[in-house]
């Protein structure tokens, strides 16, 4: 499966952004699905993830109650909202997918997006 991952740009602190990712493979709600970022010089780390029927989530601390990942099968997208943005949320985000369950490091993961760059300035 391809995936495309779109909506990042360059906002100040307080902000908010929706990351899109749209996936290719037309069997998509099999697959399970998650964001990662990874900012300069660091490794890249999870950020939330999705099963495939949407009924499970899971968010990494640092983004708990801020961002909140969602998916629409009908479309294949998965998005990523993304509320009350801070510096510390720079970097690169990924959308990955695989088929079965969901996970919360990269090597779980299949099937990766090219990655969206996203800027928050103080």
């Known amino acids: 499966v391809q995936l495309q991952a779109s909506g990042g740009g360059s906002v100040q602190a307080g902000a908010s952004l929706r990351l899109s990712c749209t996936a290719s493979e037309r069997t998509f709600s099999t697959y399970a699905a998650a964001w990662f970022r990874q900012a300069p010089g660091k490794r890249r780390e999870f950020v939330a993830n999705?099963?495939?029927?949407?009924?499970?989530?899971s968010t990494a601390d640092s983004v708990k109650g801020r961002f909140t990942i969602s998916r629409d099968n009908d479309k294949n997208m998965v998005y990523l909202q993304m509320n009350r943005l801070k510096p510390e949320d720079t970097g690169v985000y990924y959308c990955a997918a695989r088929e079965g369950g969901v996970g919360v490091t990269p090597d779980w993961w299949h099937y990766w997006g090219q990655g969206t760059q996203v800027t928050v300035s103080s």
């Open positions: 999705i099963s495939w029927g949407g009924s499970a989530r």
